[in-house]
Each structure stands twice: as C-alpha cells, then as structure tokens.
C-alpha cells in the first residue's frame, strides 16, 4: 500500500544535525492537518541531504501543529509508548511538500509502523493528500462473526 502525505515537519537524529525522521500528516474531512506518523529510513548521507532540502520550508510562522491550532493528532503531543525520556520534538516545515510512501496498515487515524519512503511527489498538491485515497480494511464485528 502507498498514499501520498504532506511532509510538516522533521526530527533531528540523535547522532547529530541530519533529519531523522519526516513527519508526515494527512488533511481530515473537516480539513485539519493531522499527524499520521514519520518516515525514518534514510542512508546517513541522504539524511544530511534533507537538512538543506528542507531549509526553504522551515517556517517559524503559524503551523497547524504548533500552539493550539485546530489538529487533533500533532506529534510531540504524547509521550512515546516505548520511550518516556525521548525527545519528540520536530522541525515545523511549511506543509507544502508532498511525498508517496509505503504503508502496512492504519491503527486508528495514524500508520501502525514507520513508513517506508518511495519519493517527492511534486506533482500533487498538499490539500489532496487526505484519508479518503487510504486503503482500509473491511471492519467486522468480532462478537457478530463469533457469534455471541
């Protein structure tokens, strides 16, 4: 599976300053940005890359994800499941770029898993990467098929 996702922002790896993960979010019915998840997997060479990539787009303005704007999902907003001590911070990134990445599964309105990485899709526009292009599994009731 692949959708295409608005790239918002990055986080620095804890080696040192090269972008550690893209994170990336999708416009919901209602026509908010929400954070889905992060792509990470990136050779180091092109992670120091992707700091002057993305330079242009880092923006100190208002973005949907900082201060009280109206996304449900913002990254940062929790802390980690694995890791209480980790820094979620990110880089709040003009949401203007948009990227094709791989997927496995949804659980809830986020990816399950990091995503894979395929390539920038400059060809889209950002108001089009919604959860409406998702492939979602048909839901089932699980007493009703066990019948209890």
């Known amino acids: 599976r692949t959708a295409d996702c608005v790239v918002a922002g990055y986080r620095l790896h804890a080696s ?13 019915d ?3 940005l ?5 792509a ?3 050779p180091m060479a092109r992670r120091a890359a992707l700091i002057d990539e993305l330079a242009p787009y880092v923006t100190g303005d208002a973005h949907p994800w900082v201060g009280d704007g109206g996304s449900e ?14 820094d979620t911070s ?3 990134l003009r949401p ?13 309105s986020r990816f399950r898993h990091t995503v894979q990485w395929k390539r920038w899709r400059p060809d889209r526009e950002p108001e089009s990467c919604t959860y409406g292009q998702l492939e979602r599994p ?9 019948g209890s």
């Open 96 to 108: 203007e770029l948009v990227a094709e990445v791989g997927y496995d599964h949804m659980e809830g």
């Open 73 to 86: 999902r913002k990254p940062g907003g929790e802390p980690s499941r694995w890791n209480r001590g980790k």
């Open 34 to 38: 929400q954070h889905v998840g992060v």
């Open 90 to 92: 990110f880089v709040p």
């Open 30 to 32: 209602a026509g908010a």
């Open 16 to 28: 040192g300053p090269v972008v550690g993960s893209l994170v990336l979010g999708l416009y919901d």
């Open 138 to 146: 048909v839901a089932f009731d699980l007493a009703t098929v066990l």
């Open 40 to 42: 990470a997997s990136f």
